[in-house]
């Protein structure tokens, strides 16, 4: 816990002089997200306002929302935990994906692209694929298909993403074996990148499709051995 409340005081001059709950579950989302804190980690109330310098009631306020966004859940007498997702989680999060990025793949107008973000974001894979630092490839995953939905160019559709990357990271803390689950997808991203830097939406959304179909199949094989059927209340079981 000491060195994720070190992160958190650097992102202490974030805040400003205005700071609010809103920008404290912003900067706590991006933690959850890149893995600060993992999946049953109880959040102190103390230790985290401490490093942000901010009021328990903003912190409260902040865990709230966070909450309401599926990524922390309260348990009477006992705190706030990062949420474990369940298997339904998994599935409804993929049917999200696919719904969403598949949708800004096929929306795309005339190429070329602006994809210096994902052409970016596959050589942070492939760097820290050489390093052996295959939960830093999950990483680069979630920032590759984060640049794929900026491709629309809607503040609406990375807001709801924001949410929907941060839950999938959740998943990928459960995963045991981390190099078997997140090295295919380096050619993948590879492939989807190499069909936009073409033009050719069509074959970029097939291929993203079938990725989002193998990569659904990878994590709920993984979720239902180490999580199993039991814990369907997201409550901290791992």
Not at 1 to 10: F, R
Not at 107 to 136: C, F, N, Q, S
Not at 140 to 150: D, G, Q, S, T, Y
Not at 220 to 229: A, F, K, P, S
Request: contains cysteine.
């Amino acid at each position: 816990m000491t060195e994720q409340l070190s992160g958190l005081a650097d992102d202490r001059a974030l805040l400003g002089r205005t700071s609010t709950a809103e920008r404290v579950a912003d900067i706590l989302r991006s933690r959850i997200a890149e893995g600060y804190f993992p999946p049953g980690t109880r959040l102190s109330e103390d230790s985290i306002g401490g490093a942000l310098g901010v009021s328990r009631n903003t912190l409260r306020e902040a865990f709230r929302l966070l909450t309401h966004e599926r990524l922390l859940v309260h348990e009477l007498n006992r705190g706030v935990f990062v949420r474990v997702l369940t298997v339904e989680d998994v599935e409804d999060i993929y049917r999200t994906r696919r719904l969403v990025e598949c949708a800004v793949v096929r929306g795309l107008g005339e190429p070329p692209y602006a994809l210096a973000g994902l052409a970016e974001a596959v050589e942070e894979g492939r760097g820290a694929a050489r390093e052996g630092d295959w939960k830093g490839v999950g990483t680069a995953n979630i920032h590759f298909h984060r640049e794929l939905v900026a491709l629309a160019a809607s503040e609406r559709t990375d807001e709801l993403m924001r949410s929907v990357f941060a839950e999938l990271r959740l998943a990928f803390h459960v995963v045991d074996e981390p190099q078997r689950l997140h090295e295919p997808y380096i050619e993948r991203n590879v492939g989807i990148l190499q069909a936009l830097e073409d033009g050719d939406r069509d074959r970029a959304e097939a291929l993203l499709a079938a990725y989002l179909e193998v990569s659904l199949e990878r994590v709920v094989e993984v979720y239902r051995r180490r999580v199993g059927e039991d814990g369907r209340d997201g409550t901290p079981t791992v």
